[in-house]
């Protein structure tokens, strides 16, 4: 089907006859002789092409006309009118119309005028099309909606079942799908065939199969081929070079989003590569001073001691403290700089969760937090980091007490995953939750919506999970809450 077509008119044989020769042309057609009727269906269907009989009662086909781009204003309308009123036709196109038709027809001007509002219509649709997803593009939108909202237009211009955009990983590694719409689920094989083909020719490419046909283009960054943007279309014939260009008009806009994607990407993480070798020399230098500051302080409380002035020794002991936390602070730093490696001794997760909680029980008091610990009899004893390990978990339950006004609830459960091998502990919270934007950010070392914070809490808690082979999600809801998930992978040992 290429598109849909209303026709009206009050003489059934000119109904039958057009009717007829649109159905040839592979329109679908709705026809009726009452002017009420068409423009119930109007309000109903979408249409991509009205013909309209001029001389109608009780409605002329100029006032249907005028009704009918009220409801559909970029319907394009062909008048049909019988020799010697092509004044009116005049005044049909002047209030609106896009052609007019004299009957009886000729020739095969029926079909070429038809054909003509048909392409003009499909190229208003398609500017329309490429417009919004300018503007998209221009916006400052998440690589995601970008790619997910070229995906659904690509599906409405080429009319395709199904449409997705699959992406090289960085690495090299196989093509994995970043957005896809349409009939579900895609036969994903021949898609990324389809894909990793144009990927490798630099250029659009078909496969015709017992189903239809698949049309992919690539995805071009730098002359590199970074993915393809690939359409299942339900058809026998080969797509035309109309619709391989409009694809590859598509792809290419992926293709600008992807390298917005990357650059920007590219731009935080030099920036931050090079602020935190700064901080880190300046976390080093000053470790020495504070070293220092801490037996200073020391040796003043024991004096002030001796001396029995008790006031003195508790500005002391408060000096020692700030310095403490200054001189945590920087370890923090300093280690968080340096590429660590990990020490796995035997472990049971349950008691590294139990101290990090004792940890902060005071914390957990004084907000009236409510904790829901589920721990798994099964899971096993697993090597490894401890101390690492512990650090992780920390920064995650800190960070859900942080979240949390008064009287929120902590949940913190650990469960074997026997199949996958791996042990998965969760840290949810019902505080204030996240939204995708900041999601996104919250690995990234030093990024804090926090008035004291450093940024480096997250960021700690995936470098220690990734150097255990593990993975970390974390899930959020405005409003709701946050759940992270993390999995470690373990063998199993005995006893
Ligand atoms: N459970 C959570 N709920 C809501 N927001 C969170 C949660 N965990 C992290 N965030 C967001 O991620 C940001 C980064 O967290 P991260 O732990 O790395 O740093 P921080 O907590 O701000 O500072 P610190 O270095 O003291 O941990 C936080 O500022 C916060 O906006
Ligand atoms: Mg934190």
Redesign the pocket.
């Known amino acids: 089907m290429i598109g849909r077509a209303l026709v009206v008119d009050d003489d059934r044989h000119i109904l039958e006859v057009v009717t007829f020769r649109l159905q040839s042309l592979g329109l679908e057609v709705t026809a009726t002789g009452d002017p009420s009727k068409a423009l119930q269906a109007l309000r109903k269907e979408r249409f991509d092409l009205a013909l309209f009989d001029l001389r109608m009662t009780p409605m002329d086909g100029i006032e249907l006309m005028v009704e009918a781009l009220d409801i559909i204003p970029t319907l394009p309308v062909l008048i049909m009118t019988a020799h010697g009123t092509i004044e009116n036709a005049v005044q049909a196109m002047q209030r609106g119309a896009f052609d007019y038709i004299v009957k009886p027809f000729r020739g095969d001007e029926l079909t070429t005028r038809v054909q003509r509002a048909l392409a003009d219509r499909r190229l208003a649709r398609n500017l329309e099309r490429l417009q919004a997803i300018g503007r998209l593009l221009s916006s400052t939108g998440r690589l995601e909606t970008i790619l997910e909202a070229i995906v659904q237009t690509t599906l409405e211009a080429t009319e395709a079942e199904g449409c997705a955009i699959l992406l090289a990983g960085e690495k090299g590694e196989g093509l994995r799908a970043m957005a896809s719409h349409g009939a579900t689920p895609l036969p994903s094989e021949r898609l990324h065939a389809t894909a990793a083909q144009a990927m490798a020719k630099k250029e659009s490419v078909s496969q015709e199969h017992e189903a239809g046909v698949t049309l992919a283009a690539p995805l071009m960054v730098e002359q590199e081929a970074v993915g393809a943007l690939v359409v299942e279309l339900s058809r026998r014939y080969p797509p035309s070079q109309e619709e391989r260009e409009l694809l590859q008009v598509f792809a290419s806009h992926a293709a600008v989003a992807v390298r917005n994607a990357q650059e920007l990407s590219r731009l935080r993480s030099g920036a931050l590569a090079a602020l935190g070798r700064m901080t880190a020399q300046v976390a080093h230098d000053l470790k020495n001073p504070l070293g220092g500051l801490k037996l200073y302080s020391l040796t003043l409380e024991k004096r002030l001691k001796a001396r029995r002035d008790a006031k003195g020794q508790e500005l002391a002991q408060k000096i020692a403290m700030a310095v403490d936390h200054l001189s945590d602070t920087v370890t923090e730093i300093t280690t968080f700089a340096r590429p660590r490696e990990i020490h796995p001794s035997a472990m049971k997760v349950h008691l590294l969760l139990d101290e990090c909680l004792q940890l902060v029980a005071d914390r957990i008091e004084m907000k009236q937090i409510e904790v829901a610990r589920h721990y798994d009899e099964d899971v096993p004893v697993a090597l490894v980091d401890a101390r690492e390990l512990k650090r992780a978990f920390l ?1 995650l339950i ?3 007490i ?2 949390m006004e008064e009287g929120g609830s902590l949940g913190v459960t650990a469960r074997w995953e026997k199949e996958a091998g791996e042990i998965e502990i969760t840290i949810a ?1 019902t ?4 939204g995708a934007a ?1 999601r996104e950010r ?1 690995f990234e070392p030093f ?4 008035e004291n ?7 700690i808690a995936k470098s220690v999970i990734d150097l255990h082979g593990g993975r970390i999600e974390v899930e ?1 809801q405005i409003g709701r809450g ?1 759940s ?1 998930r993390v999995r470690l992978p373990m063998k199993e040992r005995n006893g």
């Open positions: 920064n800190i960070n859900g942080e979240a919270d505080g204030k939750g996240m900041l919250i990024f804090t919506t926090k914070g450093t940024g480096l809490g997250m960021a959020s946050t992270v």
